[in-house]
């Protein structure tokens, strides 16, 4: 697999927190979470609730993790992790969006085609200090 891809470790990533990953394609530029399901199998989805697309579930020290659930800490919502449905809040309903990866020897790496690269950590592109606001 491309280095570019990898994001972390199988083993960084446990059931009951999060993981934040950048994904990068040119100049453009998301955030995901890696977190593991029930069944053992690691998920990438968004970082950020449905509601409100400013807002990160996982601010980088991990989102709240509640009985197999993902928890939105601004608004309460919470999405089941099996799926990313939310089932609880202003979003009910929605789905958090996902993203392709693939894990090879012992690592996670992003393969959906729509980026090129991956790499650990929150975005340098969203200013922390404006909550999560994109400043231009």
Same mark, same amino acid.
């Given at each position: 697999?491309?280095?570019?891809?990898?994001?972390?470790?199988? /083993?960084?990533?446990?059931? /009951? #927190?999060?993981?934040?990953?950048?994904?990068?394609?040119?100049? #453009?530029?998301?955030?995901?979470?890696?977190?593991?399901?029930?069944?053992?199998?690691?998920?990438?989805?968004? @970082?950020?609730?449905?509601?409100?697309?400013?807002?990160?579930? &996982?601010?980088? %020290?991990?989102?709240?993790?509640? /009985?197999?659930?993902?928890?939105?800490?601004?608004?309460?919502?919470?999405?089941?992790?099996?799926?990313?449905?939310? @089932?609880?809040?202003?979003?009910?309903?929605?789905?958090?969006?996902?993203?392709?990866?693939?894990?090879?020897?012992?690592?996670?790496?992003?393969? /959906? &085609?729509?980026?090129?690269?991956?790499?650990?950590?929150? %975005?340098?592109?969203?200013?922390?200090? %404006?909550?999560?606001?994109? &400043?231009?």
């Amino acid at each position: 697999m491309d280095e570019d891809r990898r994001i972390a470790a199988t /083993d960084e990533v446990s059931a /009951d #927190e999060t993981l934040v990953f950048t994904a990068k394609a040119g100049f #453009e530029t998301t955030e995901g979470l890696l977190t593991r399901r029930e069944d053992g199998t690691v998920v990438a989805y968004t @970082n950020y609730c449905p509601h409100w697309r400013d807002v990160r579930l &996982d601010k980088g %020290s991990s989102a709240l993790v509640r /009985d197999g659930e993902l928890v939105c800490q601004k608004h309460g919502a919470t999405f089941e992790k099996r799926s990313g449905d939310c @089932n609880f809040g202003p979003c009910e309903g929605a789905v958090l969006d996902t993203f392709e990866i693939a894990v090879e020897d012992s690592a996670i790496y992003l393969v /959906d &085609d729509e980026w090129d690269a991956a790499e650990p950590g929150l %975005s340098e592109e969203r200013d922390l200090s %404006s909550g999560g606001r994109i &400043d231009f």
